[in-house]
């Protein structure tokens, strides 16, 4: 699975919340890219099952395990939501599944918005 956050800090966060109970990664734009590489293998081979990644960093990511998508936060735009939930689903045949999780004064917001 991966996790979706838009902060660094936020992949900090989540991660050291799952680390009691899970094998776990956070990959942002704090790790150099020797760092990223082995986060990357260790998804691929079933080292770790969780990573937990801002938008940026997860771009072009294709890990055909991933069959669930978790969007801890609302993403900033529908791209980046597209991008999100299109890390799931490889090859074609497979069952994902992709969340998002919404508190409900984000709700109120959206529809006093629009």
Do not use: W
Not at 22 to 50: F, H, P, T, V
């Amino acid at each position: 699975m991966i996790i979706f956050v838009r902060t660094r800090n936020d992949t900090v966060d989540v991660a050291e919340k799952l680390e009691r109970v899970y094998q776990r990664l956070a990959l942002n734009g704090d790790l150099n890219q020797a760092q990223r590489e082995r986060c990357i293998d260790q998804m691929k081979s079933g080292k770790s099952s969780i990573l937990v990644a801002t938008d940026v960093v997860a771009r072009g990511l294709d890990i055909p395990r991933i069959s669930l998508v978790i969007n801890y936060d609302l993403p900033g735009d529908n791209e980046a939501y597209v991008h999100r939930i299109g890390r799931t689903g490889r090859p074609a045949v497979k069952v994902c599944l992709s969340l998002l999780f919404v508190h409900v004064k984000c709700i109120h917001y959206v529809i006093m918005s629009v």
